[in-house]
């Protein structure tokens, strides 16, 4: 049975560092849209103050949480303290998102709206209807995109942008997967989730979404991250993945 709008309890997580510039506009955005979004922000130790902004607002906004962390952990280790947390809170969808505007807060409705018409992982997808970038060099739009060609020749899961950070996940399908066994901590973090949902059989939705490069902030991309990315997922296809006990 599918559950109303209404009886949802959706819960947002950002991952931040120095994103000074960023920080209250999103909280505002969030907070202001048709449906009700809580919000989480994991803050790994922002020297520009961050955290404290997300302090401040959290006077104005009921829904807005934050965890503080000591140090850059990693991506993939933030948005698994998040679904642990969420989980523990009972909220019904969790969802992934950037904090430097290059996602657009008005689809986190989109990605809510599939979810609750039955998708237990929904993706903000850039290349399921073409390629949907603005602002991005063409030599980081092929390299983005050959990512997903990559992995989908690898792996063989019929997902358009494997690398998407804008991401929808209910609650049953987190509940179902080992998340002590993740492995990888950076973007290809991103595409381990998905193959792993994707492995044990839960529906995947893509819903076209265009993507804005960052204007505020720096990006957090690096050589390391990519080529954890590149070995991991030449892994994935030989792991078995099993549900939860």
């Known amino acids: 049975m599918l559950k109303s709008h209404n009886f949802m309890k959706n819960l947002v997580i950002i991952p931040t560092y120095n994103e000074i510039d960023n920080i209250r506009p999103m909280i505002d ?3 202001s849209l048709s ?3 809580d919000l989480l922000i994991i803050d790994d130790g ?17 829904g807005l949480h934050l965890i503080e962390r000591s140090g850059k952990l990693g991506l993939g280790t933030a948005y698994l303290t998040g679904f642990r947390w969420a989980l523990e809170q009972g909220y019904d969808y969790i969802f992934e998102m950037d904090c430097d505007f290059s996602h657009n807060p008005d689809d986190l409705v989109r990605l809510s709206q599939a ?3 039955g998708a237990d992982l929904v993706i903000g997808s850039r290349y399921v209807t073409g390629v949907n970038v603005v602002n991005w060099p063409m030599q980081r739009v092929l390299m983005s995109y ?6 989908r020749t690898v792996t063989r899961m019929p997902v358009r942008d494997a690398t998407a950070g804008f991401v929808c996940y209910s609650a049953e399908l987190l509940r179902h997967m080992d998340l002590d066994r993740v492995q990888m901590r950076g973007y290809g973090f991103q595409v381990e989730m998905k193959f792993t949902a994707w492995k044990l059989g839960f529906r995947v939705k893509e819903v ?3 993507f804005t490069e960052r204007t505020q902030g720096a990006s957090k991309m690096s050589g390391g991250i990519f080529r954890e990315a590149f070995f991991g997922v030449l892994g994935l296809r030989f792991r078995k993945i099993k549900a939860k006990a």
Do not use: L, N, W
Not at 146 to 151: I, K, L, M, Q
């Open 115 to 117: 979810a609750v018409q």
């Open 208 to 210: 076209p979404i265009i």
């Open 46 to 62: 922002s020297p520009d103050g961050t955290a404290q902004v997300v302090k401040e607002q959290q006077s104005r906004y009921s």
């Open 35 to 37: 449906e009700p979004f």
């Open 146 to 151: 050959y990512a997903s060609v990559f992995v």
């Open 29 to 31: 955005k969030v907070f």
